[in-house]
């Protein structure tokens, strides 16, 4: 939660050479993916590694939503903070 705070907080941008940089490791990424799932479906057709994806899943979008909804409080706080202050 406190890492969260930070990086919601201060916040943190790319630079354009991140960006750039993240073309070779999302083509990876995107082949290490369908090669998996090519593997997991010949391994097993009747797909019963989906329940478990599933479950990943929503464990990430909770995280997620949960990341969202503190960025959007902290960023209230902050307007509300500079608006009296000024």
């Known amino acids: 939660m406190i890492l969260a705070t930070n ?3 201060g916040g943190f941008d790319l630079s354009p050479a991140d960006l750039q940089n993240t073309g070779a490791g999302a083509w ?3 082949t290490v993916l369908v ?3 090519l593997v997991l479906t010949l391994i097993s057709p009747q797909g ?3 329940v478990w994806l599933n479950y990943l899943g929503w464990s990430w ?3 997620l939503g949960f990341a969202l909804l503190l960025s959007l ?3 209230l706080i902050l307007r509300i903070v500079i608006r009296f202050t000024k």
Request: hydrophobic share 70%.
């Open 7 to 9: 990086i919601s907080w």
């Open 28 to 30: 990876l990424w995107g």
């Open 35 to 37: 090669i998996g799932t």
């Open 48 to 50: 019963i590694w989906l």
């Open 61 to 63: 979008a909770i995280l």
């Open 73 to 75: 409080f902290l960023q």
